[in-house]
């Protein structure tokens, strides 16, 4: 790529970044200043708008709104501003906030820390030179911005921010889609075996169990991958706290089916746009660029546009690239306000209780100053593991949710005889196992690919722990609920049963 390339390259990525924060600024001076404003945008989003919004979140991570799309009313129902909020409606609140809280922020960061590594990765090929001090600068200001967006903008913005790339995303995603076709003239079978032929493994790569087919544990590592992202669904924060951004539960149900649609028809295509970068691109030159394979889609935007020489080709790089990087900086600032609610409206109100209009301002403040430390967390993990799979990362966070928050969720709903007790285990019955076999994984020692290649402190086989910390986080919400003295409210239950099914008394 040419330095007058580069050049017009980074002026269109710039064009995005500017719009996201003339949106911030737009929202900032509109907002009152509460609670309900900073955390759920006034619930004042159509289900159109907030089904956009949803798969704007969806639309950077690994899966389809399954076991959201079944609870996504009733959360709505039951809830305020976050998910401890669901559990804490019949439970004694301080030790429930303060787990489920805890664990909100755990999977907040490690999602955070997936889009700071994409992010570094797409400047770093936009920059050219030295990808390192690119990725490092990019981190950076990808964790500056997110807090701007959050401070300052709130859910309002954040919610606009995830509008406007939703509808960029879907739209290069659908140009890239038709333009690998046009190339291929619509023979898909002729697109995959020339994918076949360029990934370096022959027929093999069209056949099963290429990835996590070699021996068993990287079929149960597949196992333990397709559980985290169909049960992780529903424990993610950022998604959940969505579902508040609505007047009523039957919007927030419309807007999970809008989002079902969009998601699935983004996934569609990016079946095409794999097979199409190993076909046109070739797996040799993409791992060439990125050892862990993140810059295959703006690679095939360059080969379709006519190449690294040709003006049509640098153009449509840099949008898909600024479109990538766009997804990427409206992603981190969801998941962001999440975290911060969750440290804010959870941990600090269990501390130090307030009532009135004072306690609320106070609580959004911290919820300020939160998306700060966050921030700075993430900045430094996405330092730490900028040369890990993006994808992967993803399965991490979603791992984490599946065993921490999903199964205190569908207790909490469902089950009459929960308890406190059962609650604060289940949350720390998944959460615990899940960061430590993490921690003992392939993932952060034992190989060159780890994060700390250097030592070996590997003991758990697999690289997602979901498999093992899904069914402990069941099992503890289980057992901590029968070994309770803590007799079951069941006047509390009835009334949250109620309460979920009809949306009496909702916010």
């Not at 954040?158 to 659908?174: A, D, E, F, P």
């Not at 419309?254 to 983004?266: D, H, K, M």
Request: proline share 3%; aromatic share 8%; glycine share 12%.
């Amino acid at each position: 790529m040419t330095e007058d390339h580069r050049t017009l390259a980074l002026l269109l990525f710039s064009v995005f970044v500017a719009v996201t924060l003339a949106i911030t600024t737009w929202a900032g001076r509109n907002r009152r200043g509460s609670a309900e404003e900073f955390y759920a945008g006034g619930r004042l989003f159509s289900p159109m708008e907030n089904g956009f919004a949803i798969a704007g979140d969806y639309m950077s991570a690994a899966s389809f709104l399954g076991i959201s799309g079944l609870i996504a009313e009733l959360v709505r129902n039951c809830g305020r501003f976050t998910l401890a909020d669901v559990v804490a409606a019949r439970m004694r609140e301080r030790p429930v906030r303060i787990a489920v809280g805890t664990s909100s922020v755990t999977v907040s960061v490690l999602y955070l820390v997936a889009q700071m590594v994409g992010a570094g990765t797409l400047v770093a090929l936009l920059l050219g030179g030295d990808g390192g001090a690119a990725q490092t600068w990019t981190v950076i200001g990808v964790g500056a911005l997110m807090v701007i967006y959050v401070s300052f903008g709130g859910m309002r913005a954040t919610t606009w921010i995830q509008i406007v790339k939703s509808v960029l995303l879907l739209g290069g995603t659908i140009a890239l889609t038709v333009l690998v076709l046009l190339r291929f003239h619509g023979d898909i079978d002729r697109l995959l075996l020339s994918a076949a032929e360029h990934s370096g493994h022959g027929q093999a790569f069209l056949a099963p169990g290429l990835r996590y087919g070699g021996d068993w544990t990287s079929r149960f590592d597949f196992i333990s991958l397709g559980l985290a992202l169909v049960l992780g669904t529903a424990g993610l924060p950022h998604i959940l706290s969505r579902f508040y951004t609505v007047p009523t539960a039957r919007a927030a149900r419309r807007s999970v089916v809008w989002a079902i649609g969009l998601i699935g028809g983004f996934y569609l295509m990016t079946i095409v746009l794999g097979f199409g970068a190993a076909a046109i691109v070739g797996t040799a030159e993409v791992r060439a660029s990125n050892a862990a394979g993140n810059t295959a889609v703006p690679l095939l935007a360059l080969d379709l546009g006519g190449g690294a020489g040709s003006t049509a080709g640098t153009v449509l790089f840099a949008v898909v690239a600024a479109v990538a990087f766009a997804t990427i900086l409206a992603v981190v600032a969801g998941i962001t306000l999440a975290s911060s609610a969750s440290v804010a409206h959870d941990l600090y109100a269990s501390l130090r209780r307030r009532r009135g209009g004072k306690a609320a301002r106070s609580e959004v403040t911290v919820a300020r100053f939160a998306a700060v430390g966050v921030g700075v967390v993430a900045i430094g993990l996405g330092l730490l593991a900028r040369d890990l799979n993006v994808a992967f990362l993803v399965g991490l966070a979603f791992a984490v949710a599946a065993s921490a928050n999903l199964p205190v969720l569908l207790y909490s709903l469902f089950w009459r005889d929960f308890t406190t007790r059962g609650a604060v285990w289940s949350v720390y019955g998944g959460l615990i196992p899940a960061v430590v076999l993490v921690v003992l994984s392939p993932v952060v020692s034992g190989g060159p690919q780890s994060l700390f290649p250097g030592v070996d402190f590997q003991f758990f086989p697999l690289d997602n722990p979901g498999i093992v910390s899904i069914p402990l986080g069941f099992v503890a919400g289980w057992l901590g609920t029968v070994t309770s003295t803590e007799a079951p409210d069941e006047a509390k239950h009835a009334e949250t049963e109620v309460r979920s099914l009809t949306g009496a008394g909702a916010v």
